[in-house]
């Protein structure tokens, strides 16, 4: 392939993964205005254990056409799906369910914001690869947008936040998740449905004993027509949805310059909220939108080659 031709054809590679991780926040978004809307008293680890069976049984049928070929080689890789399953599905989202019931959904936001910044730990923790400074300039800029909307654009509400165990769960879930992520790049060879549905059946077996255990307590699911829809939703679009794009996004560019999308979730979660809830849209909410938009202009933007430059 000829330099003529590979050019387009990165480029539009690049623009495929920007679409791919614009949609998957978009998905992931979803979650909260839809609980808050429907589904505020559903035990936490029953909501879990029946979202991520519903989306493994889902999912395992799209895979179909591919199980004989790649199950012998997800079986052989069984140590790295254990981790994908257990950490990527399991520890991330009971981290982050407990955290948000410990904390507030301000802090929640903010320390989210430390995704793509623990990522590039993770990157590093793992591969050793170091981020560019455009980059870090970016994840820096879209912060602030954060951090203007989680305070409202006040320096006194940011300086009142206090910080609990909450806070730290949220933290752990996040840096489970970045693992996740970054072990993306060395994700055995078969198709994108059974890597998924391997990883959600290993998370929903991870599971069941806390939803054993939170039966045993008392804690009830009743299924009628409005729990099953909300459930099925959440199988479908915040995580079949959302973890496919989101996967295929990292394969292209990876986990590093994918991490700086996670900024987009408060974003969009706004927008829902103005859109579904009546909520009133402030100044400062379109201020931080703004900043974290300019954060992936800057992330997306790469400097001319030299090579380029010389023979211009």
Same mark, same amino acid.
């Given at each position: 392939?000829?330099?003529?031709? +590979?050019?387009? $054809? +990165? ?27 429907? +589904? ?27 199980? $004989? ?156 027509? $409005? ?74 933007? $790469? ?5 380029? +430059?010389?023979?211009?």
């Amino acid at each position: 392939m000829t330099e003529a031709t +590979a050019q387009p $054809k +990165a480029r539009s590679s690049t623009a495929t993964a920007y679409l791919l991780l614009i949609l998957a926040p978009l998905c992931w978004s979803t979650n909260y205005p839809l609980v808050r809307l429907t +589904a505020p008293d559903m035990p936490p680890f029953h909501l879990s254990f029946w979202r991520w069976l519903t989306a493994a049984i889902l999912i395992s049928l799209v895979a179909a056409p591919h199980w $004989k070929r790649d199950l012998p080689i997800l079986l052989s890789r069984w140590k790295y799906m254990l981790v994908m399953g257990g950490v990527g599905i399991f520890l991330s989202n009971t981290g982050t369910y407990w955290g948000l019931h410990y904390t507030t959904a301000t802090n929640g936001l903010l320390l989210q914001s430390a995704t793509p910044m623990i990522t590039m730990v993770s990157v590093f923790a793992l591969f050793r690869e170091t981020p560019g400074l455009r980059q870090c300039i970016a994840i820096l800029v879209s912060m602030i947008g954060v951090f203007v909307i989680a305070s409202a654009g006040s320096l006194a509400n940011l300086a009142s936040l206090s910080l609990n165990i909450g806070d730290l769960l949220i933290v752990a879930g996040t840096g489970f998740y970045t693992i996740y992520s970054a072990l993306l790049r060395v994700r055995p060879p078969v198709h994108q449905s059974t890597l998924i549905a391997g990883c959600f059946i290993i998370g929903t077996i991870c599971f069941l004993p806390c939803f054993l255990a939170e039966s045993a307590l008392g804690g009830t699911l009743v299924m009628t027509p $409005k729990n099953m829809g909300v459930i099925l939703f959440l199988a479908v679009v915040p995580t079949i949805f959302a973890m496919s794009l989101w996967g295929v996004g990292v394969d292209l560019i990876g986990a590093t310059r994918a991490g700086q999308f996670f900024h987009l979730i408060p974003a969009f979660g706004i927008l829902q909220a103005v859109l579904l809830l009546g909520e009133e849209l402030h100044l400062f909410h379109a201020v931080g939108i703004a900043l974290i938009a300019a954060g992936l202009i800057i992330a997306s933007r $790469k400097a001319r080659p030299q090579a380029a +430059a010389e023979t211009a």
